[in-house]
């Protein structure tokens, strides 16, 4: 049951900080949505969840249109096409996916139109598979550069995905790095984004600020 998955869930994460000493209001869990019915995530915002994660611009559309403005915080997790920047500041606060220059100025280019000012993260591809998305990590402190010097986006943090793994111990030492990327970008106000269902306790002993979790919460 949703109530019970979120119970258990945000027992973990205030499980996981106390273990490493970390106050469990500094992590966000943000609620990942996709495939998900609008009731059951009316029902988890209504649990208290305040921030809903999804991977599509297209699937998010109804679904943000189904929440007033002020009721959670939408954050982009997926990849992100160019074609699709202006639609996706229109529904997200936040975007976890920005992994390219081309992607930056584009977004920026929206949010001036708007007179906006969007918050976003740089998707890293910590472990290099060509499966996942993200700048390499010598990438990362040019591409965070040049995002400082757009006016229209803010600087947010760093988020990657870890391989999946059975141990989730295993996937400590990509979380690792993305830490200490952040340190050699020297930017230590950087918020990490990282850790899924399968591994978030971890990712909160290396740091994480935002953790992305969808199948633990609506697991049947
Ligand atoms: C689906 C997804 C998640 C959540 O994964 P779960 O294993 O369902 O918790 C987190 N991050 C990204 C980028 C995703 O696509």
């Not at 995530?41 to 611009?57: K, P």
């Not at 306790?201 to 609506?218: L, M, T």
Request: some cysteine.
């Amino acid at each position: 049951m949703l109530s019970e998955n979120l119970a258990r869930v945000r027992a973990r994460i205030r499980q996981a900080c106390h273990r490493c000493g970390r106050d469990p209001a500094s992590v966000t869990l943000v609620c990942v949505t996709k495939g998900i019915a609008i009731e059951a995530i009316q029902e988890a915002v209504s649990l208290g969840v305040t921030d809903l994660g999804e991977n599509r611009v297209q699937e998010a559309k109804p679904k943000r249109a189904a929440f007033a403005a002020g009721e959670a915080r939408w954050h982009l997790i997926g990849h992100l096409q160019r074609n699709k920047a202006k639609d996706a500041i229109g529904l997200f606060g936040v975007i976890h996916s920005l992994d390219s220059v081309a992607l930056a100025e584009e977004l920026e280019r929206q949010a001036a139109k708007r007179q906006q000012i969007l918050d976003a993260l740089v998707q890293v591809n910590v472990s290099g598979e060509a499966t996942k998305f993200g700048c390499t990590p010598a990438e990362a402190p040019s591409l965070a550069q040049a995002i400082g010097r757009l006016p229209h986006l803010r600087l947010m943090g760093l988020m990657t995905m870890a391989p999946f793994v059975e141990n989730p111990e295993h996937a400590r030492p990509y979380f690792r790095r993305l830490r200490l990327l952040r340190e050699e970008l020297l930017r230590s106000s950087l918020l990490l984004s990282m850790g899924m269902s399968n591994d978030f306790e971890v990712a909160i002993e290396e740091g994480a600020d935002f953790v992305r979790i969808g199948s633990a919460i609506f697991k049947p």
